[in-house]
């Protein structure tokens, strides 16, 4: 499948670009991953969480916190990529969780792995990209115990870095760049920004609660910031092609030229701009 946007999901083959992109919004969003965790925490605080499961796990950023949220839980990493794997057990031994961390290779699209009960299942950033997320969500359902409840985070939207003027062709690049993703991804799975609520109820969950969070940096941003966006901007050039015009084209190639000085690795004016939508839901 192929990934326009930085999400935690189900996962081909060796992509180095795309472990990168995880790790660089772990790193320039962590005061959302853990303002999100920590809502989580609250949500399940009537919740004896023993067992946790992170569906679609990527490089393990949510699988580290969900171990360090959760002090006394087991977190299992599910992801079809070896090397995602590899990279979250890497990750569990240097924040000192090895021993409540495992991983599963697994692809959610065709088999639902041999798994115990959970008490905990997080879905981050994961089900829009799915083929049938209806069915995922129903495996989900019969996995987590009784009571148990299931955890839903998705972008609503792709992030935003660029000021409308650039100061480069026509203004209003990053836009343009977003509204020709959004018509290349039409087709018959989710989009971003999509209401999973009737779809957690139609696999037999009770919506517990629905929260929005906003993101918004602005300077003095995090030090990885710049390589985030230019990670951002570089994974989208080539699905871009034939759907901009040569003048937007040779613009972002200038955003995306590392060495040049209209890179966006050397721009002052950046941003980070984006809401995240969560639901909690529980199975009764």
């Known amino acids: 499948m192929t990934h326009h946007h930085h999400q935690q999901g189900p996962h081909e083959g060796t992509d180095p670009a795309l472990a990168e992109l995880l790790d660089l919004d772990a790193d320039v969003l962590h005061a959302y991953l853990l303002e999100l965790t920590t809502w989580v925490r609250q949500q399940a605080a009537d919740l004896s969480c023993r ?32 090397e995602m794997l590899t ?21 959610l699209d065709s088999t639902w792995p041999a798994l115990e009960p959970v008490d905990l299942v997080w879905a981050s950033n994961s089900l829009h990209e799915l083929a049938d997320p209806g069915r995922v969500l129903k495996d989900a359902f019969a996995a987590i115990r009784p009571g148990g ?14 000021p409308h003027d ?21 087709g018959p799975k989710p989009r971003l920004g999509a209401d999973w609520g009737p779809q957690l109820e139609h696999s037999g969950f009770a919506i517990m609660a629905r929260r929005t969070f906003t993101i918004s940096l602005t300077a003095p941003l995090p ?62």
Do not use: K
Request: hydrophobic share 40%; glycine share 12%; with cysteine.
């Open 51 to 82: 067992r946790i499961l992170d569906l679609g796990a990527g490089t393990g950023t949510g699988t580290v916190a969900l171990a360090e949220r959760f002090g006394e839980a087991e977190v299992t990493a599910v992801d079809q990529s070896r």
């Open 87 to 107: 990279r979250i057990r890497a990750r569990a031994r240097a924040r000192g969780f090895a021993d409540r961390v495992r991983t599963v290779q697994a692809d």
């Open 149 to 162: 409840l299931l955890v839903v985070a998705e972008m609503d939207a792709p992030p935003r870095f660029l």
């Open 166 to 186: 650039i100061g480069l062709g026509v203004s209003g690049l990053e836009e343009r760049c977003h509204d020709a993703l959004g018509h290349e991804q039409a």
């Open 223 to 284: 030090a990885a910031t710049g390589r985030y966006a230019w990670a951002y901007l570089r994974r989208i050039r080539s699905p871009l092609e034939g759907r901009l015009t040569a003048g937007d084209l040779a613009a972002l190639d200038t955003l995306l030229d590392s060495a040049g000085p209209g890179s966006v690795l050397n721009r002052g004016d950046l941003v980070v701009r984006g809401t995240r939508t969560a639901w909690t839901a529980r199975r009764p």
